[in-house]
């Protein structure tokens, strides 16, 4: 089976990863298999910056093509906090403790201003190719209370008006279909021909 490498050490990013892959024939390979001992420190100020960080750091270790994912919550009414903060908002990858954090800095956020939005950037990076970034997006609304136990991160209290339903409500497949991480791959296949 042909395979994609994915610079992530994040369990759910990989589990939406291998919804949108599997379909084409690949297999997803994550740090878990091909790097389980290399930390790579996000010091990068943009989502951007930090995708390619890591998608140029696996790619020298492996001497292969890889994609990297760094992604995040903005929220309107905390100015887009927490942004490229978003995994180590309160705890680090504490996804109940950052939970509860914007659910409380927003607890006095009226319902019509509670709007927010999902953030990827992936960056593709091999030995033979500059480094490459696409940006994917996702509309929603916070909640007050979770709903649904599906994906991860802050997927319980975002909710899609499109589908009525949160992120966490929604199979890997019906989240992939309309996610910032989709959408962004969907941009990267597209614009793949023209790259490589
Ligand atoms: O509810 C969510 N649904 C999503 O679809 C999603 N995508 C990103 N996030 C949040 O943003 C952080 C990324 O930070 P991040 O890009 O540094 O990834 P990470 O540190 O978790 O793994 P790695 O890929 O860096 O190894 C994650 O931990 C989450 O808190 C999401 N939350
Ligand atoms: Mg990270």
């Known amino acids: 089976m042909k395979q994609v490498v994915i610079a992530t050490k994040n369990k ?4 939406d990863f ?5 379909p084409l024939g690949y297999e997803v390979v994550t740090m878990f298999d091909v790097a389980p001992d290399m930390e790579i420190e996000e010091t990068g100020t943009t989502f951007e910056e930090n995708a390619v960080l890591k998608a140029e750091t696996l790619a020298q270790a492996l001497g292969k093509l890889v994609i990297a994912d760094d992604s995040g919550l903005a929220v309107d009414a905390l100015g887009g906090e927490p942004g490229v903060y978003s995994a180590r908002y309160a705890g680090d990858h504490d996804d109940e403790a950052n939970i509860i954090k914007v659910m409380e800095k927003m607890n006095e956020v009226p319902d019509e201003k509670r709007t927010a939005r999902f953030c990827c950037a992936l960056a593709i990076a091999g030995p033979e190719m500059e480094s490459h970034t696409v ?12 709903r649904g136990t599906n994906g991860f991160g802050y997927d319980p209290i975002f909710f899609v008006p499109e589908l009525n339903r949160t992120m966490a409500e929604l199979t890997p497949e019906e989240k992939g279909a309309i996610s910032h991480r989709g959408n962004a791959i969907r941009k990267l296949a597209e614009e793949l021909p023209n790259i490589m």
């Open 12 to 15: 759910g990013k990989a589990k």
């Open 18 to 22: 291998e919804a949108l892959f599997t």
């Open 135 to 146: 940006f994917g997006t996702c509309e929603g609304v916070i909640l007050r209370e979770k």
